[in-house]
């Protein structure tokens, strides 16, 4: 019953606010208005229009095609084939809201494919009247554990929405010393360009952490970066504008997460919608969680927007989760909650983020337990490279505070990375790219990478959003490279048994502002 309610109230406010959202499919007004593209963050003519498209790896079997519409779809179905000539094979779903959301997010997990396949697929509604002009997509499903095939991936941590109402060649006028630093030159390309026009380097995308940057709307506001007649937002502002950059930046994304699997982590950016506390220097405003309406706290967004393969791992859904390709076996983490008994999650009640009061979302210790099972569990045989991925670094040129270095997340995790043979940690947070020599417990292995055996750590949070890039603190005796001036993007690429790459691509340009090889022998005892 209270699940109805609350459903009804959504539908309530959406229609209230949003009108125009309830044509009907064949509307004949909305067949005319139809320009047969989708402005990004704009409410479409017709509601079951499918927008946001993404795509994750549900095992080397599966995978999931999720999308949003404005109207609720019953039964969600996927059309499917290895022909574009047949698509007749259908996959059933469906549909979740929560208050507050404008969209309905619809789930359907395609099993009993093929691995590394290529697939054509539509979703329900695709071309709909009035709806976008959109071709047939494709997906290629996961390599097998123990291709031995090389491959690539992107890598992005911290990017953000893009262009006028995100990060632009201008920034607000009233920010003054808290403006965004580093605006786009008037000819650089941005992140999701930059992965647009390489998209065919890599076979997807990992993105661990500050997704959007939403919770960016009130600092914007204050800092007149949308003008002077929205300087002080109001919980009601507040509400539409975080859906509004919310969804913006999932449109603009979709030419990518339509066809690459988009596998994400948990980041600061997700938790609320008053980025970890907001005060505005020129009105002298501080802005905390009671701004935030239900809908937009405690993750609620990205719990219910994606559908990572944490079923498969046996995780915890987009929070920690593993999977293979090929030579390769990923692990998500979580550092904003569920850090294990005795050390302080920092989006946790009591936590360096402000008025934080997130999680945990599993029992106590189940993420470690689950972490240390799963890396011995890895067969290294098939994959020897274990590859993690988490938010918050601890070894970084950074202020020396708990908010931009995470020392409980390094006494939870590193000593399980060192036990198991990690080979490769990557990290954001701090906006910034730097690029460590193998290093635990503080202390560098002398080997370099040259078959070390502490991991390799590389933090690179200079994918871009409105506040732009953080300043580099100092010269810590681990880093071997670091840029605090450039945008980029990581790319992995996984040689053979011995070899990965790594690749800082600049996002204005497409050079490669730095790459480094990593050589281990990775013999292991049976």
Known sequence: MWARLVLAAVVLFRAGVHSQAVNETNSPSCITESKGVHVPGSVPCNPYEPLQQRLAYAGPNGMTVSWSTYAQIESPEVYYGTSPFDVSSVATGYSVIYPTSRVYDNHV??????????????????????????????????????????????????????????????????????????????????????????????????????????????????QGYFGNNSLIPNVTSVMEGYNSLLEQYYDQMTPLTSSKAYMVGPGNHEANCDNGGTTDVVHNITYTTSICTTGQTNFTGYINHFRMPSDESGGDGNFWYSFDYGLAHFVTVDTETDLPVGLQSPDEAGGTEAGADNGPFGYPNQQIQWLEQDLASVDRSKTPWIIVGLHRPWYIAAKNDSGDVCLACQQAFEPLFLKYNVDLYMQGHVHLYERNKPIANYSIDPAGLNNPKAPWNIVNGAAGHYDGLDTLVGSPYWTEVAFDTAYGWSRLTFHNRTHLMHEFVSSANGTILDSATLYKAHEFDD
């Open 109 to 222: 997990k395609i099993t009993g494919l093929k691995p590394n396949t290529k697939y054509w697929y539509r979703v329900q509604y695709q071309n709909c009247p009035g709806c976008a002009y959109r071709a047939t997509d494709t997906f290629v499903t996961a390599r097998e554990a123990g291709d031995e095939t090389p491959f690539s991936v992107a890598v992005v941590v911290d990017l953000g929405l893009m262009g006028r109402d995100g990060l632009s060649t201008s920034v607000g006028p009233l920010g003054g010393s808290s403006a965004a630093a580093n605006p786009l030159g008037p000819r650089d390309l941005n992140t999701i360009q930059g992965l647009l026009q390489n998209k065919d380097t890599y076979e997807f995308i990992a993105h661990y952490g500050d997704i959007a940057y939403a919770d960016y709307f009130i600092k914007e506001s204050w």
